[in-house]
């Protein structure tokens, strides 16, 4: 069964840290590209940051560049979000998901067009930024 399984979300004071996982059951992450998203109550779904299978390639969001790091382990089969200076803002729902293989390079990463681009959706984890 293919699943992705998102952990480590919890409640973070403002300024505070988190790392969340990104677990792949079933298949082998390192033949996608791996994108995290959220989504804060009544707004869109939003992509957050993207990590490609082999070239290296990443990309964030520009409301959490220099906050967040995106890295992979294609031994764990896991895909890692790591959060710093957190801010009330990123309150949300994280979730992960991986490309169809459909495209090539870096457009493997368009979080843009995620409802075409993205598949095997995780159940999401929240995350809550407060004092």
């Known amino acids: 069964q293919v699943q992705l399984v998102e952990s480590g979300g919890g409640l973070v004071q403002p300024g505070g840290s988190l790392r969340l996982s990104c677990s792949a059951s079933?298949?082998?992450?390192?033949?996608?590209?791996v994108g995290w998203f959220r989504q804060a109550p009544g707004k869109e779904r939003e992509g957050v940051s993207c990590?490609?299978?082999?070239?290296?390639?990443?990309v964030y969001a520009d409301s959490v560049k220099g906050r967040f790091t995106i890295s992979r382990d294609n031994v764990k089969n896991t895909v890692y979000l790591h959060m710093s200076s957190l801010k009330p803002e990123d309150t949300a729902v994280y979730y992960c998901?991986?490309?169809?293989?459909?495209?090539?390079?870096?457009?493997?990463?368009?979080?843009?067009?995620?409802?075409?681009?993205?598949?095997?959706w995780g159940q999401g984890t929240q995350v809550t930024v407060s004092s």
């Open positions: 998901a991986t490309d169809t293989g459909l495209l090539a390079g870096p457009a493997r990463c368009r979080m843009a067009n995620f409802r075409v681009n993205f598949e095997n």
């Open positions: 079933g298949f082998s992450l390192e033949n996608y590209a």
């Open positions: 990590i490609s299978s082999t070239d290296g390639f990443i």
